[in-house]
């Protein structure tokens, strides 16, 4: 029989952040000013006729939870929540904690606490030498997939240690 021989290496990496960032408005700034400045040096490329960006969101969510108190502290209730962008998650959040229906059915009075709030935006990048590859943000860490040459990993590394962010 045939051997299955490698055509490629793939790989991936992450930057576990000694801490975990501050909120969404943090992450939304660093990933607008990545869009704006393009600091890895990515190229626009073509696929199926279409001119793609260099460096474009392919995925984008939001999570939280609200919890329900009672009187005496006893969490009562949650609803948890997950939005495919920002503003849909501040305006979703925001319903839920004016809703009195729900507060009522529940027991107890809703909080919303960010400091638990998840968050994952995923790019998807075009080197200059033609791979395709995509770093991903979560609160606590930064990944870089589907790369071979270890250049792109070298290029995003070095932006991330201009980001005091991403420390």
């Given at each position: ?20 960032l ?27 006729g ?51 229906a ?8 809703p ?12 790019l ?19 990944s ?24």
């Amino acid at each position: 029989m045939a051997d299955f021989v490698s055509k490629s290496v793939v790989k991936s990496a992450e930057r576990v952040l000694a801490t975990p960032l501050a909120g969404k408005a943090v992450l939304n700034t660093i990933i607008g000013n990545i869009l704006v400045d393009n600091p890895w040096g990515c190229t626009s490329y073509i696929s199926g006729g279409d001119t793609l960006p260099a460096v474009a969101k392919s995925s984008e969510y939001y999570t939280g939870t609200v919890i329900y108190e009672n009187n005496d502290g006893k969490q009562v209730g949650r609803i948890s929540v997950r939005s495919p962008a920002s503003g849909a998650f501040d305006t979703t959040i925001a319903s839920i904690l004016a809703n009195s229906a729900i507060e009522t059915a529940m027991g107890g009075t809703p909080s919303h606490d960010s400091s638990e709030d998840g968050f994952n935006i995923t790019l998807k990048c075009h080197a200059e030498n033609g791979e395709l590859y995509n770093v991903s943000f979560k609160r606590d860490k930064v990944s870089i997939s589907s790369y071979e040459s270890d250049s792109i990993l070298t290029t995003v590394e070095t932006w991330a240690d201009t980001v005091g962010e991403l420390a």
